[in-house]
Every structure is written in structure tokens, then in C-alpha cells.
């Protein structure tokens, strides 16, 4: 028999849960702990150790110990440049730019590492169950793109795994919990982690969760509580002894684990005991550390990792548009969020409500995932996940706009459509730009891929009607497609190697078009303006040409002088005042032309007509190649 599990593969921990029974249970690993650390290490004597093992001998093995893998895990070395250095091992670029794992001579792929611990989950909790686990749904963050996505399923295939499915961490979390809830209830997830923050907020109920907005800190977790009080208890020893025990790697691994042991222990009593006896000598000896450590001074030492919290809590909510009198419950997930003063912070952001931990914060996700699992095999009637887009996704148009086809926070599966057309006569293709952003320019948008939809047969510009389908599915990854509705020729690209936008860039990508919107606006007013006065200039081309000898030589002369000028205003990216002066002019003369058309009728009537027919509110895919 063989069992299908889920996987929380967190950056500091990883749990794995099975289906048994009717729920599903954490799996204790081979050394009876329901956690295990994400780390992985080689030794000197050619050793590979994985979980605490590998944990235990970190600093005093800086290059061979590979922790907090899943912040490399489907990124391009650029990416992660600043990241990397702030590990003790060495990444490195592959030939292809990709980041790798430099370790005693040989490189590994972040996904070979992940799937180290992987297997160790799996083989752990099959030997426990008594049965083989071949079978895992594996969570990710709610901000990890395709090529993250990707990468943690291939993690799953090198561990020699199905992966079934791939959902995001929040979803997991309020899987947990969601699965009796009988009304619709707003949730929010707060998820502090070893090394990571993440909030969400969600709409869960009849059996749907929904993921409805994201925000966080990557670097902002457990691990910065502990430097906090190594740092406490290396200068309060230097005080006394002129000794600085963080420069001896064996004191520095003992006091690491001396100082999360407090943190843990102060979680649940108010003051403890830290004991380290020859933890270094002097020419007098040996030196023994011994130190109170007070919940309090801890709260003191450690409030602006506190305070931190606060701003992602109100952006997601923000997003999420929800105050916090929407809010029904609040799920804690990570371990860090059994520090009191995280709870009570939590608390206080949230309108005084208790917060969630029936489900033990540390395996909630695990839990969720193993419930997930439960589902796809069939054991659990079925739920649906619903997840949102971190970041908006449209194409370039003409002027060099974005033109946003899903908003950002748009929950997935999700398939939008809209329709483009040419910008110039007998333009033969456009191309389409996929970006990724909230930006209004397109340059300060991220470009996700790019293709061409060739063969479109000549017609007059803003005739051809191309339809350009954004498709997400519900691992998140992305389909874009354009069909010529005239031909019905298809092109398409799935964005593979995609966004590459973690947590953190997404944040700055969002903050900064905040602080961006009143230029940007201006800029996209600029653009529009521009191109309502270059379709007008075109439509007034047209008729003249339509008109031909029927167009009173007065009138001819003062729209192709026209007609001239607004091309240059367009090139010449004139004011804006300029531009919507001419706009006005043009407007003028092109109800007069329609009116000669229309056999001497009032200018006046045929205006309102005219401004129904201009082509300016339909976007263009600029085709620079073939302006001619
Ligand atoms: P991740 O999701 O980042 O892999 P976890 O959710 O397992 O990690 O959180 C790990 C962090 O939680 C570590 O920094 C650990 O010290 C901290 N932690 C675990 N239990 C407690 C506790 N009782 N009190 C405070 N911090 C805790
Ligand atoms: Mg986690």
C-alpha cells in the first residue's frame, strides 16, 4: 500500500502530515520530533546529515550546511544576488544564469537540497505508517510564481514523489480550519516563521477558501529573535569577562541554541535560565555563562521585530478592503507566533479578537496540505482552492502603456479576455508583451515574455481584432494566448521561467507605484491624450480620402493642415494643453466633414455620433517594426 501525504516545506521547518482515519495527523520523523529543520549538511568525513543533525553543526560547518534553501529555490541567480550573501555557503550562477549551491567542489540545484529534506520527511513517515509515501501535495508561499512553483514540484519529482498539487501555505492554513465552517467568515493568516512573515487575508466558508490579498517581509522571522538575544547575552557576558563569545564559532552554535531555547521557554513561563558552563577559557581558566533572562527585558530587546508586523497587517487589509470589524477569525501560523507580545500585537491590529491556535500554529499548513491530499485522492469531499494574483498582468499598448487585463489580487483559477487592434494600416502583426506590475508606464513594469501574433490581413488600422486571453490556472501558472478573430490564427506562450518576484520585490513594486500614482496618472492621461488624437487624426485621414473631390477645398486645407500638426504633436510628445487643443480642432472638422457626407445636416448632431465612433477608446498593440 501507499500513501498519499502533505508537505509543508517552509523555509525553516518542514512537517509532513498523512490522511488517516478521517483527519490528518502530524508524522513524527525518525527522531520522534514533529518538525523538522530545513537544513541539510555535508561533513567533512563525506557525511550528508539532514534535520537537526544538520542544524546542530551549522557553525561550526558555515560552508557545508545548507539552511533557508527555499529563499534560492526557482530563482535566476541576479535575483537573488543580495540574498546569497547573506548565507554562510556559497551560491553561485549555473552556465544559464541559475542559482546553485557551491559545496565541497559540486553544485546542486536548490531542488536537489529541498528535495533532500523532502525524502527525509517522506522515508521518515513511511516507516512510521508502515506503508510507502509516494504521494504529496507540497504547500509554497501565496507570493511564489511559476518558476518557484515549478521548482518545489520538481524538489517533489527528485524526491521520487507525485506531487499532486501544489497550494499555497494561507489556503493550507485555513484548510485546517475551514473545513466545518458552515457561513462565509473573513480570515486572516499571520505567519511568522524562522526567517519569513506572510499575512493573507481570506474568504472561507462552504467549503471554499478564497485567497483574497497578500503581503509580508522576507527577511523578518524567529531567527531574528534569537540573533537578539545572542546578542543580549554575548554583551552582557563581554561586560563582564572582555570576552566576545561571538567570535568562537563553538560558543557562538552553543549560544544560538541556548538563546531559542529561552525564546521558546519564555513563550510559556516569564522568566528562565540560561546555562552554559565551559563555554569559553581565558588564561585564568574556564568560563562558564550563566544568565536570568526575564520575558520582559525579552519584549524590550525585541519590540521593533514586533512593531514590524503592523504595516503588511494593514496593507493586505487594505487590499483586501476590510477593516478590522470585518475580520471574523485570525489564524496564527509559524512558530514564532507563540511569543506573547506577537499575540497580543496581533490581537491589537485585529479589533481585540482572539486569535486562532486550536490547530497548532507550527503543523496547521501541514495539516491543511495533508487535508488537501485527503481530497484529491478522494477521501474528503471535495473542497475547491482559490488563491489570488500577488501583482497585476496585462500587455504593452500603444504610447508605451500597461494595460491590465487581471488586477492584482484577482482570485485564481482566473481567465480574462479582452480585445486589441492594430496601430498603424496593414500592420501584417503585433506583438504582445506580457507585464507583470502596477505601474501605469510600461518600462517600470516587469516583462514576463513576449510573442508575436503574425499574418494578420492588411486593414485599416484599429480594424483587426485581436483577442489576447490571460489564463491562470490554479497552480499559478500562466497561459497568455492572441487569436486573430478575423483569421482565428492562435499564438500563444506559456510564461515558464517566469516573474521570479519574491514577496519582498513585490512589496517594493506595490509601494512604489503607491507613491508613483499622481505622476502616473498624469503620464497615462498624457498617453491617452495622445492617442485619442492620433486616431482622430487617422479618422480625419480617412475621410478626406473617402471624401475626395467632394471635400470643399477650404475644409481640405485646414484639416491636412491639421491633420499635420497632430502628428507632429504626437511624435513630438507635445503638452498636453496642445494636444487636447488640437484634439478639439480636429473634432471640429471631422463632424464638419461627416456633415458633408451626410448631405449638409448639422454639424452639431453628427458630433455626437462621431465621438460614439472614435476608435481612440480601443487600446492598440503598438507594433513599432512596421510604422512605415
Ligand atoms: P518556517 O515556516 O519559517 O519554516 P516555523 O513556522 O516552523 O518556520 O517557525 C520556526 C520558528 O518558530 C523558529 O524561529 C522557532 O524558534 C520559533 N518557535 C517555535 N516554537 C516557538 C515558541 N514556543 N515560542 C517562540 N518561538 C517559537
Ligand atoms: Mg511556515
Redesign the pocket.
Known amino acids: 500500500m501507499a500513501r498519499a501525504a502533505g508537505i509543508d516545506l ?4 518542514s512537517v509532513i502530515a498523512a490522511w488517516e482515519g478521517g483527519e490528518a495527523d502530524v508524522i513524527p520523523n525518525a527522531e520522534g520530533q514533529r ?1 523538522t529543520p ?1 537544513v541539510v549538511a555535508f561533513t567533512d568525513n563525506g557525511e550528508r546529515l539532514v534535520g537537526q543533525l544538520a542544524r546542530r553543526q551549522a557553525i561550526l560547518n558555515p560552508k557545508g550546511t545548507i539552511y533557508s534553501v527555499k529563499r534560492f529555490i526557482g530563482r535566476k541567480f541576479d535575483e537573488i544576488r543580495e540574498e546569497a550573501e547573506q548565507v554562510t555557503y556559497d551560491v553561485v550562477a549555473d552556465d544559464q544564469g541559475n542559482a546553485r549551491i557551491s559545496v565541497r567542489g559540486k553544485l546542486y540545484a536548490p531542488e536537489e537540497i529541498s528535495a533532500m529534506i523532502l525524502r527525509k520527511l517522506a522515508d521518515d513517515a513511511g516507516r512510521h505508517l508502515g506503508e510507502k509515501v509516494n504521494e504529496a501535495v507540497v504547500t509554497v508561499p501565496a507570493y511564489f510564481n511559476d518558476a518557484q512553483r515549478t521548482a518545489t514540484r520538481d524538489a517533489g519529482k527528485i524526491a521520487g514523489l507525485e506531487v499532486l498539487r501544489i497550494i499555497n501555505e494561507p489556503t493550507a492554513a485555513a484548510l485546517a480550519y475551514g473545513l466545518d465552517k458552515q457561513q462565509h467568515e473573513t480570515v486572516l493568516v499571520f505567519d511568522l ?4 512573515f506572510d499575512v493573507s487575508i481570506l474568504d472561507v466558508g462552504d467549503g471554499v477558501v478564497e485567497v483574497r490579498a497578500t503581503a509580508g517581509d522576507t527577511h523578518l ?3 531574528d529573535f ?1 540573533r537578539r538575544i545572542v546578542d543580549y547575552l554575548a554583551e552582557e557576558f563581554q561586560k563582564e569577562n572582555h570576552i566576545d563569545l561571538r567570535k568562537d564559532p563553538q560558543a557562538l552554535q552553543r549560544l544560538y541554541e541556548a538563546a ?1 531555547k529561552a ?2 521557554e519564555l ?1 510559556s513561563v516569564t522568566q528562565t535560565q540560561v546555562n552554559l558552563p565551559f563555554v569559553t577559557a581565558d588564561q585564568n581558566g574556564p568560563k562558564h555563562l550563566t544568565a536570568t533572562l526575564m520575558r520582559s527585558t525579552f519584549e524590550q530587546i525585541t519590540s521593533d521585530l514586533i512593531e514590524r508586523t503592523m504595516e503588511p497587517v494593514k496593507r493586505a487589509m487594505s487590499d483586501a478592503k476590510v477593516s478590522s470589524d470585518d475580520i471574523d477569525e485570525v489564524i496564527l501560523v ?3 507566533t ?2 506573547p507580545a506577537v499575540q497580543s500585537l496581533v490581537r491589537r491590529l485585529t479589533g481585540g479578537k482572539d486569535p486562532n491556535m486550536t490547530v497548532n500554529p ?1 503543523e496547521v499548513v501541514a495539516v491543511g496540505a495533508g487535508i488537501q491530499a485527503g481530497v484529491l485522492k478522494g477521501d474528503v469531499s471535495d473542497v475547491l482552492l482559490l488563491d489570488v494574483t500577488p501583482l497585476s498582468l496585462g500587455v504593452e499598448t500603444q504610447g508605451g502603456v500597461m494595460t491590465r487585463i487581471v488586477e492584482r489580487n484577482t482570485t485564481i483559477p482566473a481567465r480574462r479576455a479582452e480585445t486589441f487592434s492594430t496601430a498603424a494600416d496593414n500592420q501584417p502583426a503585433v506583438d504582445v508583451v506580457v507585464l507583470q506590475g502596477e505601474r501605469e508606464r510600461a518600462a517600470d513594469n516587469r516583462v514576463l515574455g513576449r510573442f508575436q501574433l503574425t499574418d494578420i490581413r492588411p486593414a485599416p488600422r484599429g480594424e483587426p481584432q485581436v483577442e489576447v486571453t490571460l489564463d491562470l490556472d490554479a497552480n499559478g501558472i500562466l497561459n497568455v494566448t492572441a487569436r486573430d478573430k478575423d483569421t482565428g490564427k492562435e499564438q500563444g506562450i506559456t510564461i515558464s521561467e517566469s516573474s521570479n518576484l519574491e514577496a519582498g520585490e513585490v512589496d517594493r513594486m506595490v509601494q512604489e507605484a503607491d507613491r508613483n500614482r499622481t505622476a502616473d496618472q498624469e503620464l497615462r492621461r498624457e498617453i491617452d491624450a495622445r492617442n485619442e488624437l492620433d486616431a482622430l487624426a487617422y479618422q480625419v485621414q480617412r475621410r478626406l480620402d473617402e471624401l475626395g473631390d467632394a471635400a470643399p477645398p477650404h475644409e481640405r486645407s485646414r484639416a491636412e493642415m491639421l491633420v499635420t500638426d497632430a502628428r507632429q504633436a504626437v511624435s513630438d510628445q507635445a503638452p498636453v494643453d496642445r494636444v487636447r487643443e488640437l484634439t478639439e480642432e480636429l473634432q471640429g472638422v471631422l463632424a464638419g466633414l461627416q456633415a458633408v457626407s451626410a448631405g449638409g445636416g448639422q454639424p452639431a448632431g453628427a458630433s455626437d455620433e462621431r465621438s460614439e465612433s472614435s476608435a481612440s477608446d480601443d487600446d492598440v498593440i503598438d507594433a513599432e517594426f512596421d510604422r512605415s
Open positions: 517552509g523555509t525553516t521547518n518538525t530545513s516563521g524562522g526567517g519569513t522571522g524567529g531567527d534569537d531559542e525564546k521558546i513563550s509559524g512558530g514564532s507563540r511569543i507550527d
